[in-house]
């Protein structure tokens, strides 16, 4: 639990941040405003809340993890910048991990030293057959079908100019993402698998499915092995999975359970307890996954809720997966949540990132926010 003097320290921080989170929607430079900024105005008491901050990674709570849709660009503005995500934020997921800027990589460093935040990455199975999808559509328009003259005989095909079948480029795109793990230097690696459910598969399609399945996961699977110590969560239904060899699900450190359209608690559990029907996944380590609202399209149900608190107010699913957190079941236990699209939740005049801030005071009563 975080201490009495801790509080005191994050008070004084709050009220400071507070003053400088007008520096996000006031940017009139002529004006040469000068806000307030804790680490040069007071450095001893930034210290000591960094510290706290670091300290706070290693106590008992539920876990807040982000994935932040960076761009491939410079950040243009602060919610683009990994250095403006809530401080007890524990682990920030990026979903576009390559040919990252400097200045991205030099607020990984800050973020990872001072607060203790971890950095990780995503490799997506959707979107590597989305990829893949792309590639033969693109194959197939360069690549004309042309049926010989009677008579004369089919141009031989050169080997190199042959479409590459699905599942030797998902092992290719795997191998290549993987790289970056070193190129980077990331905390970690967050692995989002989707498959159909092999109940819905004939008895002799199960061996192709098998087949697809560990083009995706077989590299990874190595990849854990080399590198025991580096984190790692599962994304997913882990109930679909085929192989025998279950490691890569019993050795995460967190099972993110995605959840996004889900809209009430209810949905929640049920979505685990269906991870759990056949006995062979760990029952200590669920993480729930949610996103925020769509910031472009008001159609969107996806991050609205339609469960209440105890005043009547509509929940976000982010804050009512917060809720569902903190209830206990003697089933299996809730580690925390996993909310996409994190960085959408900036945009508030009053109070930057509101809903992922009340979240973590949800789960963690004295949090670091």
């Known amino acids: 639990m975080i201490k009495i003097d801790l509080k005191r320290t994050v008070s004084v921080v709050a009220a400071v941040a507070l003053l400088a989170s007008c520096s996000d929607w006031t940017e009139t430079e002529s004006l040469k405003i000068k806000y307030p900024d804790l680490r040069t105005d007071n450095p001893a008491l930034y210290e000591r809340y960094t510290q706290s901050l670091r300290d706070y990674r290693g106590s008992d709570h539920k876990v807040m993890i982000g994935k932040f849709d960076n761009k491939p660009t410079a950040p243009a503005g602060q919610a683009e910048h990994l250095n403006a995500l809530p401080d007890s934020i524990d682990y920030v997921i990026l979903m576009n991990p390559d040919n990252l800027g400097d200045e991205i990589q030099n607020e990984m460093a800050e973020v990872r030293s001072e607060k203790g935040m971890k950095v990780m990455y995503e490799i997506s199975y959707a979107d590597i057959i989305s990829d893949y999808k792309t590639y033969v559509e693109r194959w197939n328009a360069e690549h004309p079908e042309t049926t010989p003259a009677e008579g004369e005989e089919p141009a031989p095909t050169d080997p190199a100019d042959t479409l590459v079948a699905q599942n030797p480029f998902v092992m290719d795109a795997v191998a290549a993402q993987l790289e970056y ?9 967050n692995v989002s698998f989707t498959s159909i459910n092999p109940l819905s598969v004939k008895d002799e ?11 995706f996961l077989g590299g990874i699977r190595e990849w854990r092995r ?11 239904a882990p109930q679909y999975l085929l192989s025998e060899d279950m490691s890569i699900v019993t050795g995460a450190d967190y099972i993110i359970i995605p959840a996004e359209s ?13 991870a759990l029907r056949f006995g062979n996944i760990p029952s200590d380590r669920f993480v ?7 910031l472009t399209d008001p159609g969107d149900t996806k991050g609205t809720f339609i469960d ?15 809720y569902w957190a903190t209830q206990k079941t003697s089933e299996f236990s809730k580690a925390g949540i996993c909310v996409s699209n994190v960085q959408n939740d900036y945009f508030n005049i009053q109070f930057v990132y509101p809903n992922v801030r009340k979240a973590i005071s949800i789960m963690n009563p004295s949090p670091l926010n």
């Open 288 to 294: 729930i996954g949610v996103t925020t609202v769509s």
């Open 262 to 274: 889900q809209l009430n608690v209810y949905g929640f559990s049920y979505l685990v307890n269906q």
């Open 226 to 236: 080399d590198n025991p110590d580096a984190l790692f969560f599962y994304e997913g």
């Open 181 to 189: 793990f070193s190129e980077y230097a990331y905390d970690g690696l």
């Open 205 to 215: 399609d199960k061996p192709a499915l098998l087949e697809d399945q560990e083009a």
């Open 308 to 322: 209440t608190d105890d005043n009547g107010v509509q929940l976000t699913s982010i804050t009512g997966a917060a």
